[in-house]
């Protein structure tokens, strides 16, 4: 990594369009103020398409963490404006940041772009308005979070009844593949429910947080409720899993610092909610339109450079389609090209650093010592930025590490199958669970096939798609907890049971 940044912040805007806004590198945001780190350390973010550092960020310590922790709780008392507001107001002001970040889209994809390399094609269309779109889901749902009134069974006369509470302070440890919708997907419903916040973005890609960050202060939202740490995991993100002061964490990332953190959190006994990873199948069935299924799988695999949890990146082919389906796949990867992310043509994009790529590639030769073969793609692109070709391996078994270990690249392993019972059998045969696909016309088998795959969504001719609306989760290593939809609500409040005697 540089030591120096090339271009300030402001530059780097001032070089896309006019600076609307300075979203403040070199600072964390604590208490609605934007300070420097204690140490005064920072770090470099850097543009994966070109290797450059975009700009410095300050690197939060434990003392920093202290002090976002305690704005944080100071926010959530119970004589403090955020909760004695009313849930029409909550509900107003997760709207206001929805309209504030429609308003700054154009920025906001921008920034998205330069700090991941992802297409500005994805950020515009997907990451930012997908974002807006679930803090307008979620600003729904502070006047319709109910509890119960429970028959009492117990004898005698009482009113039993429940009250969903927020849970408190929320730790949120996100991570660079989807920065500004990850946020939204656990600062949307965490505000809805009325708890206050520390959010750490992901030292690959903290600048959307930071600029989301400001338009917090714009929508009113009152100071200590949301506060941004910038850093790394093992300090500022394990700062904050140790704090006590902190009463859940939700996180995203890998499997082995999900593991890490329940370890850590068992100490104070947070809530701990872990969306970690997966090794998707796309399992193909002879009666599918062969067509149709080999141009969602590029999608399945390449969207994002494949840098998604859930990524179909195991594709089991029923034997009698193989050759049908392959030969679009193969074709339509091998024209699939990377370049300029932020070229709105641009379709496929950087590889999130040096290091990824390495390991990415790694698994190119992984495969073909496993007697995989390439049959597209598996090569560098350029020495400038972190860039690939679409990769597939061919004759892939689902025992080898192509097929076991999560990539998170433009990889996908090939596996032929020879009927459903095998085909869902090898599906399931994985360490994880986060989703998968079926395609097949047959709908009696897709629903048979739907309920026998382990995962927290199965997709029936259609892969990738998600709603605000939709619970997201993981079976086995993928994690647990769901986010999004009427479940992230269960994820955000705690459940109190009240006795009220009524005996005479
Ligand atoms: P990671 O799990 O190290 O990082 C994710 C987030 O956790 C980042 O904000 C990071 O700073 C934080 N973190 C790291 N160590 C921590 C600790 N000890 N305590 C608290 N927070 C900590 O993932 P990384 O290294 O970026 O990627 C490695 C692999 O993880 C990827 O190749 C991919 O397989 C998987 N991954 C899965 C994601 C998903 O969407 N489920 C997202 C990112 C990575
Ligand atoms: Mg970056």
Same mark, same amino acid.
């Given at each position: 990594?540089?030591?120096?940044?090339?271009?300030?912040?402001?530059?780097?805007?001032? +070089?896309?369009?006019?600076?609307?806004?300075?979203?403040?590198?070199?600072?964390?945001? *604590?208490?609605?103020?934007?300070?420097?780190?204690?140490?005064?350390?920072?770090?470099?973010?850097?543009?994966? +398409?070109?290797?450059?550092? !975009?700009?410095?960020?300050?690197?939060?310590?434990?003392?920093?963490?202290? !002090?976002?922790?305690?704005?944080?709780?100071?926010?959530?008392?119970?004589?403090?404006?955020?909760?004695?507001?009313?849930?029409?107001?909550?509900?107003?002001?997760?709207?206001?940041?929805?309209?504030?970040?429609?308003?700054?889209?154009?920025?906001?994809?921008?920034?998205?772009?330069?700090?991941?390399?992802?297409?500005?094609?994805?950020?515009?269309?997907?990451?930012?308005?997908?974002?807006?779109?679930?803090?307008?889901?979620?600003?729904?749902?502070?006047?319709?979070?109910?509890? %119960?009134?429970?028959?009492?069974?117990?004898?005698?006369?009482?009113?039993?009844?429940? #009250?969903?509470?927020?849970?408190?302070?929320?730790? $949120?440890?996100?991570?660079?593949?989807?920065? #500004?919708?990850?946020?939204?997907?656990?600062?949307?419903?965490?505000?809805?429910?009325?708890?206050?916040?520390?959010?750490?973005?992901?030292? $690959?890609?903290?600048?959307? &947080?930071?600029?989301?960050?400001?338009?917090?202060?714009?929508?009113?939202?009152?100071?200590?409720?949301?506060?941004?740490?910038?850093?790394?995991?093992?300090?500022?993100?394990?700062?904050?899993?140790?704090?006590?002061?902190?009463?859940?964490?939700?996180?995203?990332?890998?499997?082995?610092?999900?593991?890490?953190?329940?370890?850590?959190?068992?100490?104070?006994?947070?809530? @701990?909610?872990?969306?970690?990873?997966?090794?998707?199948?796309?399992?193909?069935?002879?009666? +599918?339109?062969?067509?149709?299924? &080999?141009?969602?799988?590029?999608?399945?695999?390449?969207?994002? $450079?494949?840098?998604?949890?859930?990524?179909?990146?195991?594709?089991?082919?029923?034997?009698?389609?193989?050759?049908?389906?392959?030969?679009? !796949?193969?074709?339509?990867?091998?024209?699939? @090209?990377?370049?300029?992310?932020?070229?709105?043509?641009?379709?496929?994009?950087? !590889?999130?650093?040096?290091?990824?790529?390495?390991?990415?590639?790694?698994?190119?030769?992984?495969?073909?010592?496993?007697?995989?073969? @390439?049959?597209?793609?598996? %090569?560098?692109?350029?020495?400038?930025?972190?860039?690939?070709?679409?990769?597939?391996?061919?004759?892939?078994?689902?025992?080898?590490?192509?097929?076991?270990?999560?990539?998170?690249?433009?990889?996908?392993?090939? *596996?032929?199958?020879?009927?459903?019972?095998?085909?869902?059998?090898?599906?399931? /045969?994985?360490?994880?669970? #986060?989703?998968? +696909?079926?395609?097949?016309?047959?709908?009696?088998? &897709?629903?048979?096939?739907?309920?026998?795959?382990?995962?927290?969504?199965?997709? *029936? /001719?259609?892969?990738?798609?998600?709603?605000?609306?939709?619970?997201?989760?993981?079976?086995?290593?993928?994690?647990?907890?769901?986010? #999004?939809?009427?479940?992230?609500?269960?994820?955000?409040?705690?459940?109190?049971?009240?006795? @009220?005697?009524?005996?005479?």
């Amino acid at each position: 990594m540089a030591e120096t940044p090339t271009a300030t912040f402001t530059d780097i805007l001032a +070089a896309i369009k006019p600076a609307k806004a300075n979203p403040k590198p070199g600072k964390l945001f *604590i208490n609605g103020e934007f300070v420097d780190a204690r140490s005064g350390k920072t770090f470099a973010t850097m543009n994966p +398409a070109t290797g450059e550092v !975009l700009t410095n960020i300050a690197e939060a310590g434990a003392e920093d963490v202290d !002090l976002a922790v305690k704005a944080a709780r100071a926010a959530f008392e119970e004589s403090s404006p955020w909760r004695k507001m009313t849930p029409r107001d909550r509900s107003r002001m997760l709207w206001k940041l929805a309209d504030l970040i429609r308003a700054n889209a154009e920025e906001l994809s921008e920034l998205e772009t330069l700090d991941t390399g992802k297409p500005i094609f994805e950020s515009s269309r997907f990451d930012i308005p997908l974002a807006a779109e679930c803090f307008e889901y979620y600003a729904g749902w502070p006047t319709k979070i109910t509890g %119960e009134t429970i028959p009492n069974t117990a004898g005698g006369e009482a009113l039993v009844y429940t #009250l969903r509470e927020p849970i408190g302070v929320c730790g $949120q440890i996100i991570p660079w593949n989807f920065p #500004l919708q990850m946020l939204a997907w656990k600062v949307a419903p965490a505000l809805a429910c009325g708890n206050t916040i520390v959010l750490k973005p992901a030292e $690959q890609t903290p600048l959307t &947080a930071l600029r989301f960050a400001e338009l917090t202060l714009e929508a009113g939202i009152p100071a200590g409720v949301f506060n941004v740490v910038t850093g790394f995991g093992p300090t500022t993100g394990a700062a904050m899993v140790e704090h006590p002061g902190i009463d859940k964490i939700a996180f995203t990332g890998s499997v082995e610092v999900g593991k890490e953190i329940m370890r850590t959190a068992a100490k104070t006994l947070k809530r @701990v909610s872990l969306e970690l990873g997966g090794k998707s199948p796309n399992l193909v069935f002879a009666d +599918a339109d062969l067509d149709t299924a &080999a141009k969602y799988a590029l999608g399945g695999i390449f969207f994002n $450079q494949g840098e998604m949890c859930t990524a179909g990146s195991r594709i089991f082919v029923e034997e009698k389609g193989y050759d049908e389906f392959m030969s679009v !796949l193969r074709g339509r990867a091998a024209k699939m @090209v990377a370049g300029d992310p932020l070229h709105p043509k641009t379709r496929l994009g950087a !590889l999130i650093s040096a290091e990824h790529l390495e390991r990415v590639m790694s698994y190119v030769a992984i495969g073909r010592g496993e007697g995989a073969s @390439v049959a597209v793609g598996g %090569e560098r692109i350029g020495s400038r930025g972190y860039f690939m070709q679409p990769t597939v391996l061919e004759g892939v078994t689902n025992s080898m590490r192509v097929a076991q270990e999560e990539i998170f690249g433009p990889v996908a392993s090939v *596996i032929k199958f020879a009927d459903l019972e095998e085909g869902v059998r090898e599906a399931n /045969n994985s360490e994880f669970g #986060l989703a998968a +696909a079926i395609w097949t016309r047959d709908i009696k088998k &897709a629903h048979r096939v739907a309920r026998s795959v382990k995962a927290g969504t199965v997709w *029936i /001719n259609t892969i990738s798609t998600t709603d605000n609306a939709a619970p997201f989760g993981g079976y086995k290593s993928s994690g647990f907890g769901r986010e #999004l939809g009427r479940a992230a609500i269960d994820l955000y409040t705690e459940t109190k049971t009240v006795w @009220v005697d009524l005996n005479g």
